[in-house]
């Protein structure tokens, strides 16, 4: 599998909330850095994805790129806690597995506020 179709094969998964296949693709020494902070190893990567995996509501995936090394993976996540949460991986791939991975995260959207009441407005004199 080239890079672009393991990155693409591994989003699926985890969007689909299959993060045992989802962790197929992903080595056993992989090095993640996201805005929590650098993960290594396995263990750590599939505790930092599974809550995430769990409040998933919906995904749209945006676009997809590849070389013989790395994918770049955009996409726009819905979830319990967001209506919109844009993000991107950028991931290196080696012997099918992905070993590097960027997370970068564009903030998130929460739902819109209600709208305040309408108020009477007094006037002073």
């Keep these: 599998m080239t890079p672009l179709q393991v990155a693409t094969a591994y989003h699926e998964a985890w969007t689909s909330k299959d993060l045992d296949r989802a962790m197929s693709y992903i080595a056993d020494d992989i090095v993640c850095d996201a805005p929590v902070g650098r993960i290594e190893g396995a263990t750590a990567y599939r505790a930092f994805m599974a ?3 769990e409040m998933l509501l919906d995904t749209q ?16 996540t819905r ?3 967001v209506e919109s949460g844009p993000g991107a991986e950028c ?3 080696r012997n099918g597995q992905i070993t590097y991975s960027r997370f970068i995260s564009t903030g998130s959207r929460s739902r819109p506020p209600a709208k305040p009441p309408a108020h009477d407005v007094d006037s002073f004199g």
Excluded: I, R, S
Aim: hydrophobic share 55%; net charge negative; charged share 20%.
């Design 51 to 53: 809550p995430f995996v």
């Design 61 to 76: 995936l945006l676009a997809a790129f590849g070389d013989d090394e790395k994918a770049v993976v955009v996409y726009d």
């Design 79 to 81: 979830t319990t806690l």
């Design 91 to 93: 991931v290196t791939v």
